[in-house]
């Protein structure tokens, strides 16, 4: 007797415990609904309107004085346009982006993606690592560097497309078809929500076992460490400006 009221006991905790998990779960949905929500009112959208300001006097001003950019006053007057949207103030230096470029196996098949390639330091040193560059398929958001990009990448598939946006991006290619993701995109000025959209979108177009490459700047990692995932980090890039440190997630092949 005493052994049964201990079982039933037992279930309405368990059940108590359940009860108490999907209310929490429901009110962490709510919350980040409410952020992104919160987010969009008070920081994209105003940024948005000062990025389209400034980006029509900076055109004016080019216009005017006949200026020929270079990559690193292309990516300063990018990020000053779009702060938002370019993760840094400079091009990815070539120490991170050949260890970027050394999680890809260059004599893999499939394509190799990159988002957020940006003037291409990444995608050169992908090349010289001995990725085929007709192999390459670069999602850029910016018209300016996608011009730039064909014009030294002309073997590769440049899409001018929203990376955030991966499956709108890239519908011409199937599921677990790519041998690797490399990306440059400013992951940490987005909500998490977007983030695990992009990498769950990124995983469904990977091989089993296929790295998605990501920096980021920031001492956490850029993708919170999800279940059945397996992720390695580098070592903190120290001579790249400002320092950076390279994350790999991957999904074992049988998950």
């Known amino acids: 007797m005493a052994m049964q009221t201990l079982e039933q006991f037992e279930k309405r905790i368990r059940l108590f415990e359940q009860m108490i998990g999907k209310n929490i779960e429901k009110r962490v949905r709510l919350f980040e609904q409410k952020f992104e929500e919160k987010f969009e009112q008070t920081v994209e959208r105003p940024y948005r309107r000062i990025e389209q300001s400034i980006g029509r006097n900076i055109r004016r001003f080019e216009q005017k004085n006949g200026i020929r950019l270079n990559d690193e006053v292309r990516f300063i007057r990018s990020w000053i346009e779009k702060p938002l ?59 300016t560097f996608c011009k730039l990009l064909r014009q030294r990448f002309p073997k590769a598939d440049v899409v001018q497309a929203d990376a955030y946006r991966l499956r709108d991006a890239l ?3 199937t599921r677990h078809e790519a041998a690797a993701i490399v990306s440059g995109l400013p992951l940490m000025t987005k909500p998490r929500r977007t983030r695990l959209r992009l990498l769950s979108d990124a995983l469904a177009l990977l091989k089993p076992d296929a790295p998605f490459v990501q920096f980021t700047y920031a001492m956490v990692p850029p993708i919170p460490k999800l279940s059945g995932l397996t992720v390695e980090a580098s070592e903190r ?19």
């Open 171 to 173: 519908t011409h290619y």
């Open 237 to 255: 890039i120290w001579l790249n400006l400002p320092p950076a440190r390279v994350w790999v997630y991957r999904r074992p092949a049988g998950r």
């Open 85 to 143: 949207s370019t993760g840094a103030v400079t091009p990815s230096g070539k120490l991170l982006a050949r260890n970027m470029a050394r999680y890809v196996d260059p004599d893999g098949e499939g394509p190799v993606i990159e988002l957020g390639p940006g003037t291409g330091p990444v995608t050169e040193a992908l090349v010289e690592h001995g990725v085929d560059p007709a192999r390459l398929v670069l999602v850029e958001f910016n018209p």
